[in-house]
């Protein structure tokens, strides 16, 4: 399984983006989808999740302002962010889990995987 992110760049305090991560590869279902985010010298945390279903959850500090969605046909996961923050600043990860059937065993295999990172800058 492999992602390609993209949108990242440089914006003013108050504008948007949109971040998107394309899913590639051998797989049977797309489970959860998320994407995190690394400042410098701060853990790498989760910003905002969808389930299979549709439900999202967000980090408090983007809830009313960051808006995950998800493509099933295209296999994609976009971040819309309004109204950003200096502290908004980060690299940005998207996060995959897979599920493909093995079928030696005839069991699902889980796997967990993660984009190359985009940066987001946002000046004030």
């Known amino acids: 399984v492999q992602l390609q992110a993209s949108g990242g760049g440089l914006v003013q305090a108050g504008g948007s983006l949109r971040l998107s991560c394309k899913v590639s590869?051998?797989?049977?279902?797309?489970?959860?989808m998320a994407w995190f985010r690394q400042a410098p010298g701060i853990q790498r945390d989760r910003v905002a999740l969808?389930?299979?279903?549709?439900?999202?959850r967000y980090k408090d500090s983007v809830r009313e302002r960051f808006i995950i969605s998800r493509d099933t046909a295209e296999n994609t996961v976009t971040l819309h962010m309004n109204s950003l923050k200096p502290e908004d600043t980060a690299v940005y990860f998207c996060?995959?889990?897979?599920?493909?059937?093995?079928?030696?065993?005839?069991?699902?295999?889980?796997?967990?995987?993660w984009g190359q990172g985009t940066l987001v800058t946002v000046s004030s």
């Open positions: 590869g051998t797989f049977d279902r797309l489970d959860d």
């Open positions: 996060n995959v889990d897979a599920l493909t059937m093995d079928h030696r065993t005839s069991r699902p295999v889980s796997t967990t995987s």
């Open positions: 969808i389930t299979r279903w549709g439900a999202t």
